[in-house]
């Protein structure tokens, strides 16, 4: 009994992490697609059809493979019975969701307006937002394998696919980068490792912040904890 309530919780954990994820990651690429447009910005068409499909490409195993084989979190039987009429997303949970969509946004978007303000081609303009969005994808990823502990601790759980998908993504995504023929054909411009390093860490900037947030529901289940005690 207590191995069927531990799965049903994790099966149903996990789902709810596909879906926070999936809500947070497509925030911050309609926006990088619909602000341009609608505010005029010098380059509006920053992503073509192509780039979406192989956006959506990535992100469809990130939720369908990755967070489907998660293991139990160790708190998973600590936690309370959900009520039966409860409602699968709080608003809490989905707040957070699309604060986490909208932080991606800020830092795809200030890589945007950083490039158009250094005088960057349209072609390289898009190969920084590009990577900076996928750099965020991979850290939103990570850091949401678990909305309490850290995504230190998380990297001992045990779910062989996370190295798998994230390297091929990474594999991807430089071929695209840094091959001539794929480069080319997706108008990405020539850039830098300097440029990319800026990217990489707009994009873990713009998602780890999630993890202050975490610390603070553990220290505030701990002081809890220690109140109920005494």
Known sequence: MVDAVEMGRRIYNNLKKAIQYIISIHIPIILTVFIPLALGWIYPNIFSPVHIIFLELIMGPTCS????????????????????????????????????GIGISVGTLGIYRFAVSSGFS??????MVFSCLIAANIFLTLVNRSFFYSAVTTLSYKNKLIP?????????SAAML??????????????S???????IVTGFLSVIWIEAYKLYKRRSKLLRSKLTKH
């Open 65 to 100: 493979i990755i967070y489907e084989n998660e293991p139990a979190e160790a708190n998973i039987l600590k936690q309370k019975p959900r009520p039966a009429t409860q409602s699968f997303f709080n608003v809490k949970e989905l707040s957070l969701s699309i604060t986490q």
């Open 122 to 127: 349209e072609d390289l303009t898009r190969s």
């Open 178 to 191: 840094f091959w001539e023929p794929l480069r080319v054909f997706f108008e990405f411009g020539q850039i």
């Open 164 to 172: 798998i998908i994230i390297g091929i993504t990474t594999i991807l």
């Open 193 to 199: 490792i300097k440029q990319l390093s800026l990217c």
